[in-house]
């Protein structure tokens, strides 16, 4: 219980948030599509960016109005509005029959895209579309389809990132290259923290967000428990969850090769001539310049680290579900799993449904086996005090 309450103090700091970098205020231009991805020409579709799909796109009958900062938060919206359309297109769907859309042509259009996405991206597409609608003040038909998703969309469960996974990137990476040690202080803080990948590296060079994205200037403070652990906190500014609120992350000591602190400390040594407006995440290069961490580049040599391993090849998503599993197993309360992946008590039982069916692939020996049972016992007391 003490460890509990140093983690609840410590995420309940405020830190200090840097300033963002110029190179972030360059007017980012919207790419070509690539082929097979094309929508038809139109001047009520020009081509933007696609979160601004929702403030762009407009109908034939209805004028364009203003949407306030928050349409930011809605690429997702914007993207299934951008499917929509092509999908139009290729049906040769008038415009007027586009707003507002049928009952039928709104369930023909998820249906096409069964299997090929997870039910939640269909979902979020019909909740744009709906949005895209109320925006214009066109009629919603789409009524009965908000939660009827074929079960044909759902895209099969991915494994968890498993310790193997971890120590294979610990044998396998140069720790005296600023890149790999970089790499590997993701590695870890994002599996023993049970963080998103998405929140700790960018999807690009040219994607960084101070608004969303932690930077070196963020505030990082050491401290150790009574029982001299020692830990990080520092703070990310944006989560899937808090929006704008952000969150802090906090690295704790941990008995293994991975250790979160240790990887994170050598990191921020080891880049030390970053400038703080860079990414938190940003290595120093061979010519005595910086480039950030990305989410394509880690994620294509871990996996490159892991096929030559003879493992599994895994997604960003894999490691916060497989953090979560191992903290469980190593017998860390579940009150404190479930404030290190920063899950309200409702969400964590909603989130136990998929760590319970990956749990059987840590069992190795009849211990694990045992605590296995202890941690569904454990889960039914917490599901009755929290429903």
């Not at 507002?100 to 069964?114: E, N, T």
């Not at 023993?192 to 060079?205: A, F, P």
């Not at 920063?342 to 069916?357: G, M, N, P, T, V």
Request: hydrophobic share 45%; glycine share 4%.
């Amino acid at each position: 219980m003490a460890a509990l309450a140093h983690l609840r103090e410590a995420l309940a700091h405020s830190p200090l948030i840097g300033v963002p970098p110029s190179a972030v205020h360059k007017c980012i231009k919207p790419r070509k599509p690539r082929s097979g991805n094309e929508i038809a020409l139109s001047s009520f579709r020009p081509i933007v960016l696609a979160h601004d799909h929702l403030h762009s796109f407009h109908s034939s009958i209805l004028e364009e109005l203003p949407l306030a900062d928050v349409l930011k938060l809605f690429d997702n919206y914007g993207a299934g509005l951008l499917h929509f359309h092509q999908y139009c297109d290729s049906r040769s769907i008038p415009e007027n029959n586009r707003m507002p859309a049928s009952d039928h042509l709104l369930a023909s259009f998820i249906a096409s895209w069964a299997r090929k996405v997870a039910a939640m991206m269909a979902q979020n597409w019909l909740a744009g579309l709906h949005f895209w609608h109320n925006l214009h003040g066109a009629p919603w038909f789409g009524h009965s389809l908000s939660k009827v998703v074929p079960d044909s969309s759902k895209c099969p469960r991915q494994p968890p990132v498993m310790l193997d996974h971890i120590h294979a990137l610990f044998c396998r990476l140069d720790l005296s290259n600023a890149f790999d040690m970089s790499m590997f202080a993701v590695t870890c803080v994002t599996f023993w923290c049970c963080c998103r990948l998405g929140e700790l590296v960018i999807d690009s060079v040219s994607s960084f967000d101070p608004v969303r994205h932690v930077s070196r200037s963020t505030k990082i403070r050491h401290h150790a428990l009574q029982n001299q652990i020692p830990f990080i906190v520092f703070h990310i500014p944006w989560t899937k969850t808090t929006h704008g609120d952000g969150t802090n992350i906090v690295a704790s000591k941990i008995d293994d090769l991975t250790n979160p602190v240790t990887a994170l400390n050598h990191h921020l040594s080891a880049n030390s001539a970053i400038p703080p407006t860079a990414p938190f995440f940003t290595y120093e290069t061979a010519r005595g310049g910086w480039m950030p961490m990305t989410r394509p580049w880690f994620l294509a040599h871990c996996n490159w680290i892991w096929r030559d391993a003879w493992l599994l090849e895994l997604m960003g998503h894999c490691f916060r579900i497989g953090g979560a599993s191992e903290l469980l197993l190593r017998g860390i309360p579940l009150d404190v799993v479930a404030m290190q992946g920063h899950w309200k008590s409702r969400a964590f039982l909603d989130y136990w449904c998929k760590i319970e069916s990956i749990l059987p692939l840590f069992v190795t020996s009849s211990f694990m086996d045992a605590r296995i049972s202890l941690i569904h016992s454990l889960m039914d007391l917490y599901a009755r005090r929290y429903k």
